[in-house]
């Protein structure tokens, strides 16, 4: 497999209180299959996920059929704790919070989430993200209340994510809320994503459920060689200002823990993160992980306290 020097996301870390139900929610509802599965080691809880070396748990990693980024690492601790976004009664918190997945019909996506243990919270609303691209999009909950913004696309022939082969699709997106879209935009171009488009959006405060008046400043960015995929969406509410959650979102912890990405060269990656002043979340391990195989890793904090990790296989 060819890599590039720093890649899309290729999996998202999920912290999960019932593996086998999520498992089985994320299976039924997007076609995932298993990709790989196996005990949590000491290495990923402490050095790449914040937690102790007394944690045990197992982990699962999902995805598409024959799908190798955008995948899905489904984390249950044998004493899970609690969901540290997704109640809403502090939406406003920076981080991870949202898994966003595309789907060939969104009414059916729907009910499939409602059959299997999630909840819908809105939609599906209709909005144009660019000239030549609209959406049908929703909000709902997996089983453990982790956001899900489930979307079918409208693209014009010439857009970056006309090509779909009208599956389920990877994770399109894993989003971040932000204290500063265009500050955390220009630390993720360093690591060689680009906008897919950058747009002040009002008027959705129903759709969102924001204080009247609240702007959402929304930057998606893509790898430029895998613009459907692994993609980071960058979301600041404008004049609704949170706090970060890094001590929260930690092993152990309900919902995602890490995105993280492939670098083909892990020491000039991390010359390049400390270049930018970028924090250590941890030290570099070197470890196996279930679809991945032998790799060493390195996990850092991004600039809203969300843990990112970049790793090379061996």
Wanted: net charge negative; aromatic share 10%.
């Amino acid at each position: 497999m060819s890599v590039k020097v720093i890649s899309e996301i290729r999996v998202s870390t999920l912290g999960v209180s019932d593996l086998e139900a999520s498992r089985s929610f994320y299976q039924q509802c997007f076609d995932y299959v298993v990709l790989g599965e196996g005990p949590v080691s000491t290495e990923e809880t402490t050095a790449l996920w914040g937690g102790t070396a007394q944690q045990t748990g197992r982990q699962v990693l999902l995805g598409p059929a024959g799908a190798t980024s955008g995948l899905l690492r489904l984390v249950r601790y044998d004493e899970p704790g609690t969901l540290y976004w997704g109640d809403y009664s502090r939406m406003q918190d920076y981080g991870h919070y949202a898994l966003n997945v595309r789907v060939p019909e969104i009414n059916e996506a729907i009910a499939a989430i409602q059959a299997h243990g999630g909840r819908t919270r809105s939609g599906p609303t209709h909005w144009t993200v660019m000239p030549d691209l609209s959406a049908w999009d929703s909000l709902s909950f997996d089983p453990d209340g982790v956001l899900l913004d489930v979307f079918q696309l409208e693209p014009g022939p010439d857009n970056p994510l006309a090509q779909y082969d009208g599956r389920p699709s990877p994770l399109q997106t894993v989003a971040i809320h932000s204290s500063d879209a265009r500050a955390s935009a220009r630390f993720y171009a360093a690591l060689g994503l680009r906008p897919l488009y950058n747009k002040m959006l009002t008027g959705m405060e129903d759709f969102f459920e924001l204080p009247p008046g609240t702007a959402l400043h929304n930057i998606n960015m893509m790898h430029p060689d895998a613009p459907d995929l692994g993609r980071l969406e960058i979301a600041q509410y404008v004049g609704f200002p949170g706090e970060a959650q890094r001590d929260r979102a930690v092993a152990g912890a309900l919902g995602t823990l890490s995105v993280a990405f492939e670098t083909d060269d892990l020491d000039a990656t991390e010359r390049l993160l400390a270049a930018i002043g970028t924090e250590p979340a941890g030290d570099r391990v070197s470890l196996a992980q279930p679809g991945f195989g032998h790799l060493d890793a390195r996990c850092y904090f991004g600039p809203d306290g969300e843990r990112l990790e970049f790793f090379v296989r061996k």
